[in-house]
């Protein structure tokens, strides 16, 4: 009975080697894949717009956080929903609508610079003053064309670089 055993066993040992000799995968070996497909063409990077600015700083995008004391006026907004213009609404302070919009100061400074430089062309070089029913301008591509103070619409230099323009 023991050579019957041994027999099988020598059996066995046959059958799997000759197993993973007919191309079989073993334990340790990993199946090849074929593909009929054709590989994929190289993806070509879509190349980034050039970054926007404004006098040497970036450009920045408003986001309105909603109404709030001293920053109450009513925002228009883009084709795109996002806002262009505010008009200024009675008791509302300049750094309370910069706060509102989420504007950042000009390296380092207070966000009203920021807000000064978007407004310079329309509105002087000192957006601080302001009076109800004011406009300013919330968009680094509307700096010719929206804005105003105390009724009057000025015609200063834009800040330089400044970014393509809509509306003129």
Known sequence: MRWQVAALSLTVIVALSACALDGVPGPSASPSIESSHEPAPPVTPTPRPPLVSIGGFPAQVPVDGGPREYAMGTVTLDDEGVPMAYLVA????????????????????????????????????????????????????????????????????PPDPMPPQRGD
């Open 90 to 157: 009675s008791g509302d302070l300049v750094d309370f609508i910069a706060e509102r919009f989420g504007f950042e100061g000009l390296g380092g400074g207070s966000p009203i610079s920021y807000v000064n430089i978007i407004n310079q062309v329309r509105r002087g070089k000192d957006a601080g003053f302001l009076y109800a029913g004011d406009v300013l301008n919330l968009s680094p591509y509307t700096i010719t064309s929206i804005g105003s103070i105390n009724g009057e619409v000025l015609d200063d230099e």
